[in-house]
């Protein structure tokens, strides 16, 4: 009952500073909030909860690029040939390497003339289940996605109609083409097409973790059992990283004290989106720091640490980023569970380069 | 075997009461991050009311040029109605969470 009055105060306190509005003008007329009584639902069982993170069957494709292995294989090619990039010097592969689980490992990313970006490198594994790509979400389709790192004058800095041309007078390239796409010619739309085909086959193996959530008992250890009861209670983790990739693709200002405004960039005028970014999947997250849009937290234990104590207070942090009141044991706990999601990623070497 | 407090809640009184027979519904439901309608026709001047039902906090908002608004950040458990005066076409999303997307029709 503690907990629901105080839940009551906060829907009034929250609600009191509402309408706040960025985006308004005189067609659209916003009436007042009314507040609901409301309850805590009947209490999950833990076998029902663990069933939101079971693991899916199959990858999903989307009808307008649906899979080939011809396309897939192309896309793998593409996606490490350095030719893509205008000084030959970075493929995909350069900042989204299999042996940093489709990372780089670095605190912020490298670019065109081994100049440091603005961000971190996201993993692109599970992108298959994504929505709305990059740290912002600017791009809406994996497709869409392909060409920015391409054709950003920061990163591969390489012109798409260049590119194309490029392709076009390898002969190797001609025919994984003619394969992949046998009614069309070689563009920056099949070039996209092709990778992000690859980029979905890349997904994270069974872990300790989906060992567990099928039934092993043993697959994980009591503190991460712990640390699974508390990410989804007491931490609030899964307010934001749920389902089997624990996450809801949404953004949220985590509280880093940074001044890139991220999601900003695409709505001006929502305050929540000031410093918001994409929330990222945490399978494999052991082996993908350090962590964050910039890269600025070293390990998780730092991560779990940042989010115990709330960040820093600005209008547009989330509300759901505050402090938690977690013990050493109980941070401890949580990195034990984040550390079960680790699974042996396949390390996938260069094939031949097209000549 | 532990059991879980779940960040749910449940909605136990409708907010705007009863609309009475024959009225269509025109509260827009959050729960489980998703719109429970995806589209919804209403009159001009015609009240919308975005409920949320969820555990999280959402942000509703449209960039519509005529009829754009924002609610800002909406927390679990309170309502807010929208009208517009302007007919025309309205995509309404979650800026937090845009996988939640929905169109509402405006009629003179």
């Given at each position: 009952m503690t907990n629901r009055a105080a839940f009551r105060v906060l829907v009034l306190i929250i609600a009191s500073t509402?309408?706040?509005?960025?985006?308004?003008?005189?067609?659209?007329?916003?009436?007042?909030?009314r507040h609901i009584e409301i309850e805590a639902s009947p209490v999950h069982a833990l076998d029902e909860l663990m069933s939101k993170y079971r693991r899916p069957d199959f990858i999903p494709f989307p009808a307008s690029d649906a899979y080939t292995?011809?396309?897939?294989?192309?896309?793998?090619?593409?996606?490490?040939?350095?030719?893509?990039?205008?000084?030959?010097?970075?493929?995909?592969?350069?900042?989204?390497n299999s042996g940093f689980s489709y990372g780089d490992g670095r605190a912020k990313g490298i670019g065109d003339r081994m100049n440091p970006l603005d961000r971190r490198s996201p993993s692109i594994l599970n992108s298959a289940w994504g929505?709305?790509?990059?740290?912002?979400?600017?791009?809406?389709?994996?497709?869409?996605?392909?060409?920015?790192?391409?054709?950003?004058?920061?990163?591969?800095?390489?012109?798409?109609?260049?590119?194309?041309?490029?392709?076009?007078e390898i002969g190797d390239y001609r025919s994984l083409f003619s394969a992949a796409f046998p009614d069309q010619s070689i563009t920056s739309q099949t070039i996209a097409r092709a990778i992000a085909t690859y980029e979905r086959t890349l997904v994270s193996s069974i872990a300790p973790f989906d060992r567990w959530i099928d039934g092993d008992n043993d697959a994980v250890t009591e503190p991460a059992k712990r640390g699974f009861a508390l990410f989804n209670a007491k931490a609030q983790c899964a307010s934001c990283h749920s389902g089997w990739l624990l996450t809801d693709d949404g953004f949220h200002d985590t509280g880093l004290p940074d001044e890139d405004v991220g999601r900003g960039r695409l709505f001006p005028n929502v305050l929540a989106m000031q410093h918001a970014f994409k929330t990222p999947n945490l399978r494999e997250a052991a082996r993908r720091g350090p962590y964050m849009h910039d890269g600025s937290l070293p390990t998780l234990a730092a991560v779990v640490a940042h989010y115990n104590q709330g960040g820093i207070?600005?209008?547009?942090?989330?509300?759901?980023?505050?402090?938690?009141?977690?013990?050493?044991?109980?941070?401890?706990?949580?990195?034990?569970?984040l550390q079960t999601l680790t699974s042996d990623v396949r390390l996938d070497a260069a094939p031949a380069m097209p000549r | 075997m532990r059991c879980f407090i779940?960040?749910?809640a449940v909605l136990l009184v409708s907010p705007w009461g009863d609309a009475g027979a024959g009225v269509p519904d025109r509260t827009v439901h959050q729960k489980g991050r998703k719109f429970s309608v995806e589209d919804v026709t209403v009159a001009?001047?015609?009240?919308?009311?975005?409920?949320?039902?969820?555990?999280?906090?959402?942000?509703?908002?449209?960039?519509?040029?005529?009829?754009?608004?924002d609610l800002g950040s909406q927390m679990p458990g309170t309502a807010i109605p929208v009208s517009f005066s302007i007919a025309g076409t309205v995509v309404v999303i979650c800026a937090i969470h845009p996988r939640m997307e929905m169109t509402i029709k405006v009629t003179d």
């Open positions: 509402l309408m706040s509005s960025g985006i308004s003008n005189a067609a659209a007329l916003v009436g007042d909030v292995s011809a396309k897939a294989f192309l896309g793998r090619v593409l996606f490490n040939d350095t030719r893509l990039s205008s000084n030959g010097g970075l493929s995909c592969v350069s900042c989204h929505d709305r790509f990059m740290w912002d979400g600017g791009a809406a389709t994996l497709e869409e996605q392909v060409a920015e790192p391409i054709k950003n004058p920061s990163e591969m800095n390489q012109s798409l109609d260049r590119l194309v041309n490029a392709l076009q207070k600005r209008p547009s942090r989330s509300e759901l980023v505050a402090p938690l009141g977690l013990s050493q044991e109980e941070q401890m706990d949580l990195v034990a569970f | 779940p960040i749910a001009r001047h015609e009240p919308i009311v975005f409920l949320n039902d969820d555990t999280v906090p959402h942000n509703i908002m449209s960039t519509s040029a005529e009829n754009g608004f």
